[in-house]
């Protein structure tokens, strides 16, 4: 079944309809997605404020009109149903207008999942910022599945785990929830700030580590995204041993839906 989307474009502090021959994804600099269910969605105003410091990082100009930007996104979204809205930064220099919206129905939620390890360092450009790598993030996702997986997992150049291709990756020692290490490139993951402060909240230990993938071997993995949440890995591609039970996932996928909230 075709995505269906609707493209718009902010011109004149408004949203307004980009026909289908006019939709291009050249030069995307910035963009930001979340999950919408009947009007609600988790940390919306944070998926603003990571899209907003790149866009004022890199186009300083555009600062001053993100705040009715954003007004008019959370404005057009439907309060009924399951929507997967993705704005976005264009840099053309000569184009007049920079700021879209994708507005699109979100896939089923999915459940468990395989991993399968990028047999190349992370090929991408800008790994700390999420937009201009999402088409060769999907690419490498699509090279998962040819191999019987759903997601791949991107390594540094010493080998070391960084993040899934479009998913952020969490395990457990014990009960303590772990991630990549901060001095590694990778997307700063609002999902994983969410799990890790629910973690917090129910008095278990976070903690972000350098790991190769033999590491978490016999260990509890999770693949994060705004989208889907929580997904409990089932197994991983010539890992060298199984991967662990998703023994505290349930718990965390119930505290992870409370915190959505009405966006307008």
Same mark, same amino acid.
């Given at each position: #079944?075709?995505?269906?989307?609707?493209?718009? &474009?902010?011109?004149?502090?408004?949203l307004?309809?980009?026909?289908?021959?006019?939709?291009?994804?050249?030069?995307?600099?910035?963009?930001?997605?979340?999950?919408?269910?009947?009007?609600?969605?988790?940390?919306?105003?944070?998926?603003?404020?990571?899209?907003?410091?790149?866009?004022?990082?890199?186009?300083?100009? &555009?600062?001053?009109?993100?705040? !009715?930007?954003?007004? !008019?996104?959370? !404005?057009?979204?439907?309060?009924?149903?399951?929507?997967f809205?993705?704005?976005?930064?264009?840099?053309?220099a000569?184009?007049?207008h920079?700021?879209?919206?994708?507005?699109?129905?979100?896939?089923?939620?999915?459940?468990t999942?395989?991993?399968?390890?990028l047999?190349?360092?992370d090929?991408?450009?800008?790994?700390?910022?999420k937009?201009?790598?999402?088409?060769?993030?999907m690419?490498?996702?699509?090279? !998962?599945?040819?191999h019987?997986?759903?997601?791949?997992?991107?390594?540094s150049e010493?080998g070391?785990?960084?993040?899934?291709? %479009?998913?952020?990756?969490v *395990?457990?020692?014990?009960?303590?929830?772990c991630?990549?290490?901060?001095?590694?490139?990778w997307?700063?993951?609002?999902?994983?700030?969410?799990?890790f402060?629910?973690?917090a909240? #129910?008095?278990?230990?976070?903690?972000?580590e350098?790991?190769?993938?033999?590491?978490?071997?016999?260990?509890e993995i999770?693949? %994060?995204?705004?989208l889907?949440g929580?997904?409990?890995?089932?197994? *991983?591609?010539?890992?060298?041993?199984?991967?662990?039970?998703?023994?505290?996932?349930?718990?965390?996928?119930?505290?992870?839906?409370?915190?959505?909230?009405?966006?307008?």
């Amino acid at each position: #079944m075709p995505e269906e989307v609707q493209f718009f &474009c902010f011109r004149d502090n408004s949203l307004t309809p980009v026909t289908e021959g006019q939709q291009s994804e050249v030069q995307l600099e910035v963009a930001d997605s979340w999950l919408v269910e009947d009007g609600r969605a988790r940390s919306i105003d944070e998926h603003f404020e990571r899209f907003a410091r790149r866009v004022s990082e890199i186009s300083p100009d &555009c600062t001053p009109s993100l705040p !009715a930007f954003f007004a !008019a996104v959370k !404005a057009i979204i439907p309060t009924e149903g399951r929507w997967f809205p993705r704005i976005e930064f264009h840099a053309e220099a000569d184009a007049p207008h920079h700021l879209f919206l994708r507005l699109r129905k979100a896939p089923d939620q999915l459940g468990t999942l395989v991993l399968w390890t990028l047999p190349e360092p992370d090929p991408r450009q800008n790994p700390t910022v999420k937009g201009p790598d999402l088409s060769l993030g999907m690419q490498m996702r699509r090279n !998962a599945k040819m191999h019987g997986a759903d997601e791949a997992v991107i390594l540094s150049e010493s080998g070391y785990v960084l993040e899934g291709a %479009l998913s952020s990756l969490v *395990w457990w020692r014990g009960d303590t929830m772990c991630s990549s290490s901060d001095d590694l490139p990778w997307l700063p993951s609002i999902t994983r700030e969410e799990v890790f402060s629910i973690a917090a909240q #129910m008095g278990y230990a976070t903690r972000t580590e350098r790991v190769k993938p033999a590491d978490l071997i016999d260990l509890e993995i999770w693949a %994060l995204s705004s989208l889907q949440g929580i997904r409990v890995v089932s197994d *991983w591609i010539g890992l060298g041993g199984p991967v662990g039970k998703g023994i505290h996932a349930e718990s965390f996928a119930k505290r992870l839906r409370m915190l959505s909230s009405t966006i307008v």
